[in-house]
């Protein structure tokens, strides 16, 4: 495989119109903005992406979008979890056929496999497909913990050689590096800065949806530039966005701040409610600080 995944990569979020509806305009009106921000890559429904609230034709139109629209300037990886392993050999093989460059894939998140079931499961779907395979990692919402042993064991699977790991232990991307040598690279899901410094090649990023060329520069500073010094004083410039789409609201804080700089997406689908007004009031202040906040009456709708 040729293409070798590194830098930010946007997770993103799927525009909605007024109506609820997924807004493909809106998403190919996004897609364009953040390759022409600079943003690395781009991985349409992810958590962020609202993945498990839409119906299989709505992915199938979101994945086909972005790959579309991108035109290979930027590598699109699809999320294709799912908990059955049918399902997600089915989407991926999709996701393949359209062109993707390689699949996000999350672990079944009800059934708890045993380590076995999961090596069985991304197994499968390895021998299914020939894109790259990005595993990842985020117990807090998957109720399993793929640790650094679980992560070499998965990296003799052939395909399988990207791993997003969003836990807050930054010590692991090292133990994963030790462990898997050249058949892991390794993005960070919450930690970009920390991550590239223990050596990941990426970062999968929720707040580059609202800052795209800013998240791609910190990788660009710490991983390829070394000037960690400036690195350091972007990555404190960019913190408070890390902070205010962290936790459970990254959906609707994400998709609350997009409305304010002119990027309306609309709101999240239920269960997920819009943000409330004191967190709007947060958002706005901390936008406006950074000087983001586009004057009411310019404002774009969604």
């Known amino acids: 495989m040729s293409t070798t995944f590194r830098g930010t990569y946007t997770v993103m979020i799927t525009p ?28 349409p429904l992810g958590s962020t992406g609202e993945f498990l609230s839409l119906t299989d034709e709505e992915r199938d139109s979101v994945a086909r979008t972005v790959v579309d629209v991108a035109a290979g300037r930027v590598p699109v990886l699809i999320g294709t979890g799912a908990e059955w392993t049918d399902t997600v050999v089915r989407d991926s093989r999709a996701a393949e056929a359209m062109g993707a460059d390689g699949v996000m894939i999350i672990p079944p998140f009800y059934s708890t496999p045993t380590e076995d079931e999961l090596f069985r499961h991304y197994e499968r779907v390895g ?26 064991r998965l990296s003799q699977i052939d395909n399988v ?52 060329y800013e998240f791609a520069r910190l990788f660009a500073l710490t991983a390829d530039e070394k000037d960690y010094d400036a690195a350091r004083a972007l990555y404190k410039d960019i913190l408070p966005i890390i902070r205010m789409v962290g936790g459970h609201h990254y959906v ?22 819009p943000v409330d007004a004191i967190h709007h009031a947060e958002i706005l202040d901390t936008l406006a600080k950074l000087a983001l906040a586009v004057p009411e009456p310019t404002r774009q709708s969604a």
């Not at 909605?16 to 807004?23: K, L, Y």
């Not at 462990?179 to 991550?195: A, H, K, Q, W, Y």
């Not at 609350?256 to 990027?263: C, V």
């Open 16 to 43: 909605f119109d007024e109506a609820g509806h997924v807004d493909l305009a809106s998403l190919a009106r996004f897609t364009e903005w953040q390759i022409a921000q600079g943003i690395h890559g781009l991985i």
């Open 252 to 273: 609707s804080a994400t998709k609350a701040a997009l409305r304010i700089i002119g990027q309306g997406v609309g709101d999240p689908r239920a269960p997920r409610l």
């Open 127 to 152: 021998d299914a497909i020939s894109v790259p395979i990005m595993i990842y990692n985020n117990p807090a919402t998957a109720n399993i913990d793929m640790t650094p042993p679980i992560v070499a």
């Open 161 to 212: 050689s990207y791993i997003k790991e969003s836990t807050l232990e930054v010590t692991r991307i090292r133990d994963i590096l030790e462990l898997c040598g050249d058949r892991m690279t390794v993005f960070g899901g919450i930690l970009g800065f920390e991550s590239f410094v223990e050596g990941a090649e990426g970062w999968v990023a929720v707040g580059s949806n609202i800052m795209p």
